[in-house]
T-cell receptor, first 114, second 113 residues
């Protein structure tokens, strides 16, 4: 079964620090990678997408992808208490009926304390 | 405004009862998905549909059924065969094969009483 694994949490960082969230995936042919943020009791919201090796920056968020190592990460700079949420890594696997279908990791709970 | 509407927001089911969760989208998306989320867990795929009148089982389809008679609608029925249905259910949609992620509904929280 194709899998997505996230580093175990919960993760707690002080306000202003860098939060680092990690994710590995099992299918070497995976094409698209996403990070979603989910506040308690709410639906996930897309915050970053990345498709090619390297870094992609958007404001305080940086996604990093290394396809050789089957590894994707999310860095949050200058963490704020409002960043406290569950972060979900999601991957699209290739082939057959998997086309376009997202598989999610188990999520990492992030708490940013003042 | 375009989006996905899930209803109801909260639902209570008695033992042995079937219940249906509604999901409607006006985004003209081809593909629709149902996920289940348990406390502190990620999302697990129940069923998905990439075109009208066709749907596929996901990883945890047992005890659930779906239909896709219209492009806009993808209702999920939680049957009495689902022994542990208490969870947060999320519906999502996307353009078929689109790699830009999903649009999610606001979810339905189902509780067995």
């Amino acid at each position: 079964q194709k899998e997505v694994e996230q580093n175990s949490g919960p993760l707690s960082v002080p306000e202003g620090a860098i939060a680092s969230l990690n994710c590995t995936y099992s299918d070497r042919g995976s094409q698209s990678f996403f990070w979603y943020r989910q506040y308690s009791g709410k639906s996930p919201e897309l915050i970053m997408s990345i498709y090619s090796n390297g870094d992609k920056e958007d404001g305080r968020f940086t996604a990093q992808l290394n396809k050789a190592s089957q590894y994707v990460s999310l860095l949050i700079r200058d963490s704020q208490p409002s960043d406290s949420a569950t972060y979900l890594c999601a991957v699209t696997f290739t082939g057959g009926t998997s086309y376009g279908k997202l598989t999610f990791g188990q999520g990492t709970i992030l708490t940013v304390h003042p | 405004d375009g989006g996905i509407t899930q209803s109801p927001k909260y639902l209570f089911r008695k033992e042995g009862q079937n219940v249906t969760l509604s999901c409607e989208q006006n985004l003209n998306h081809d593909a629709m998905y149902w996920y289940r989320q348990d406390p502190g867990q990620g999302l697990r795929l129940i069923y998905y549909s990439q075109i009208v009148n066709d749907f596929q089982k996901g990883d945890i389809a047992e005890g659930y059924s779906v239909s896709r008679e219209k492009k806009e609608s993808f209702p999920l029925t939680v049957t009495s065969a689902q022994k542990n249905p208490t969870a947060f259910y999320l519906c999502a949609s996307s353009i078929y094969g689109d790699s830009y992620g999903y649009t999610f509904g606001s979810g339905t929280r189902l509780t067995v009483v």
